[in-house]
């Protein structure tokens, strides 16, 4: 070892994730199968050079002002960031300095550990119930902050909003960050309760609904205080985060209701019937309010069955780990796709 | 003040930098004059929508490829993110974890303070001399690493290579960033002595040469080693920074050496030319090799200038700050806009 390594930041090793050449079915990493909106294009072409050699907008106020409009809040109720994996990562660095643990679920999004560790703050895990529920009345005892992702991940579990409220009302002390990557094809929104609560940040993004994940847009909707806090802390250490392309892409995307719609009702739809062909030939599915269906088959093993999807070209996402051995995470994709998956999985059941 | 603010990350607040709306002369932040290389807005033109939805390869594999054949060097030498600021903060939290405080100059760039308070890096401001001069023997003590840009912002002062050396050579036992934003309107940089020195990581830019302040690319090149520890952390914590949008451009933008190298040189003829006027109408200008001159007149405050630009719609920078009150920093735009702002000033002085 090189005496300047000994000074090197130690972290766990990682692996990119596949990203198969060749033509594939990728249903592993919950992307839309939809294009995004038709303006997104058109802003992408039309796109004024001339704005290229300047910085972008650091406020990027022209994204913040269409979600302010779209979700009828006021521009300084809005943070942006580069996906909401940036979002989340900034929360976790401006309000979670408490020396008491946050709390999150124990089978959840797993950048929280991550951030966490990031930023030598310390977190408790709090177990879901054997049904893969969280547990709200965990969230009731002293802690630093609170974050869970509703619908979670990668149960895809939605909690009804009242449930969602009792955790918020009993945390009144400390920020409670509602994760909503999955919301628009699950129920209420926390959103709405964002006037009510002064502790609530509520987290969407652009990659899934929205289907612009390689255009990585993420946004926090909060009041005034909490989302002026978040920009203080971003503007002190990096400026200029959004890049200009991102920015017109994502004014277009926001704008456009009907699409929007319109996209997630197919998503849901093809979901729905996905989860019934599936349970038809045996599986046993989670109540996925999400774009992707967690499910685990009784006579078969998650490993060998996510080997032989992936040797015949379909890529769904298989951990392995405590708890979740037996299931699979398959994102929803066209009707197409999802037929061509449970025809694959049928002929290994007869 | 609410209970959940205690627990709240204080930060110096931040004001975003000046963005007028109306037609002005934009001398402040040492962007580009001339637009990208025409390939950049073929590509935008050309993206293929369907990739949007996606998420961007993590790598960003095309762009590490392009600028490893740009530079000679192996594609497991480059490391990408968002903007060199990016880059810079990530080569912080890798490798500065010694107790012993990191060394910089006083008068440099001003994140490296930021960051090394975001991450609780303990370090030391060596004092450039009276010439504004880097000195070098400052950094032959003991430390946790060192940092500088060459040429040094904001006095444009260049070192030369076999000086960097010398410090690179007596640090062997930390990591040296050479921060060379502005390397290619200056001189030999040092990515000739990587190969050389394994302690040596060199942060450049697209915001500046390239024009494409706008799409945030940034990059490091070192040795397999210290790269692999680069993104060992940054996929650790976040694995998708780099959108499609700014991996398609950057790859365009690297391709065109001519129309780079032709851009640079006009930049260069520009600011020499700009330099003698200032001196002949009594400024005393550093010895300028970025794309921007820092300057004082000896009989007018630097502050009455300042002011006096503005209201005539020709920003510059000015600070106000130690060691630097009787300075401007003015970006180098095109011929003509360094004409109205010497005409400007002249007329001052009359």
Redesign the interface.
């Known amino acids: 070892m090189?005496?300047?390594e000994k000074?090197?930041?130690k972290?766990?090793?990682?692996v990119?994730?596949e990203?198969p050449q060749k033509k594939v079915i990728?249903l592993n990493?919950n992307?839309?199968?939809?294009?995004?909106a038709p303006g997104?294009?058109r802003a992408?072409?039309s796109?004024d050079?001339?704005?290229?050699?300047?910085?972008?907008?650091?406020?990027a106020g022209e994204l913040v002002k269409a979600l302010a409009s779209y979700y009828h809040v006021d521009e300084d109720q809005v943070f942006v960031g580069?996906?909401s994996?940036?979002v989340l990562?900034m929360c976790f660095?401006?309000?979670?300095?408490?020396e008491k643990p946050i709390f999150f679920p124990d089978i959840t999004y797993s950048?929280y550990k991550?951030?966490a560790d990031?930023y030598r703050i310390p977190y408790e895990c709090c177990p879901v119930d054997d049904n893969f529920r969280i547990v709200k009345e965990d969230y009731y005892r002293e802690n630093?902050?609170v974050i869970f992702p509703n619908p979670n991940a990668p149960t895809g579990l939605y909690m009804e909003l009242h449930d969602v409220e009792d955790i918020i009302a009993r945390n009144?002390?400390?920020?409670v960050i509602i994760d909503e990557a999955y919301i628009d094809f699950a129920g209420k929104s926390a959103l709405e309760l964002i006037d009510k609560y002064?502790?609530l940040i509520v987290v969407q993004t652009f990659?899934k609904a929205r289907?612009?994940?390689?255009?990585?847009i993420g946004y926090a909707i909060s009041n005034p205080?909490l989302i002026k806090?978040l920009n203080?802390?971003k503007?002190?250490?990096?400026?200029?985060?959004?890049?200009?392309?991102?920015i017109v892409?994502g004014v277009e995307a926001v704008k456009d209701r009907k699409y929007f719609e319109e996209g997630v009702c197919k998503i849901i739809k093809t979901r729905d019937w996905a989860k019934k062909e599936l349970e038809r030939i045996g599986f046993s599915c989670l109540d996925s309010r999400a774009n992707f269906i967690f499910a685990a088959h009784p006579e078969y093993e998650a490993k060998e069955l996510f080997e032989l999807l992936k040797s015949k070209g379909i890529y769904v996402r298989y951990w392995g780990s405590d708890r979740i051995e037996q299931y699979m995470r398959i994102t929803v994709g066209t009707k197409e796709e999802m037929e061509a998956l449970i025809s694959l999985l049928e002929g290994r059941m007869l």
């Open positions: 090189k005496s300047f000074n090197i930041r972290v766990e090793p990682y990119p994730g990203q990728k990493t992307e839309n199968p939809y294009p995004p997104v294009e992408l072409k796109m050079m001339d704005r290229m050699r300047l910085y972008p907008d650091p406020t580069v996906g994996d940036d990562s660095l401006t309000f979670f300095n408490s950048f991550v951030w990031l630093g902050g009144q002390d400390v920020i002064e502790n990659s289907s612009m994940a390689g255009m990585r205080l806090y203080d802390a503007y002190s250490f990096n400026s200029y985060t959004m890049n200009q392309a991102a892409a």
